[in-house]
């Protein structure tokens, strides 16, 4: 059974920093892409950034491109999501999600497995 565990929430500053973790395990998950993903308060769920275990190419959105930054830890089965330089609008709890499939798509009900979620509060 796969399960997802996010890790590292909390409150920070804006122009801070923060890495969060999403500890994956119950597969080999070589063939998955993996999906970080938000959510706040009277909003849609959106897509952050994802990455491709296997070739380990990554995608972000608009809003975080070169301030956010995904990796994976394969010894660990650990994707990290690095935020630097957040801002207050990326307050919102914070999601990993995974698909079977190494393609990535960035709506989330492409992804069967879900985290519970951390909360990331960016305070200004």
């Known amino acids: 059974q796969v399960q997802l565990v996010e890790s590292g929430g909390g409150v920070v500053q804006a122009g801070g920093s923060l890495r969060l973790s999403c500890a994956a395990s119950g597969r080999t998950f070589s063939t998955y892409a993996m999906g970080w993903f938000r959510q706040a308060p009277g909003k849609e769920r959106e897509f952050v950034g994802g990455?491709?275990?296997?070739?380990?190419?990554?995608y972000y959105a608009d809003s975080v491109k070169d301030r956010f930054t995904i990796s994976r830890d394969n010894a660990k089965n650990t994707v990290l999501l690095q935020m630097n330089s957040p801002k207050p609008e990326d307050t919102a709890v914070y999601y990993c999600a995974a698909r079977q499939t190494p393609v990535m798509i960035t709506q989330p009900n492409n992804y069967r497995y879900w985290g519970q979620g951390t909360q990331v509060t960016v305070s200004s």
């Open positions: 990455i491709n275990w296997s070739s380990g190419i990554t």
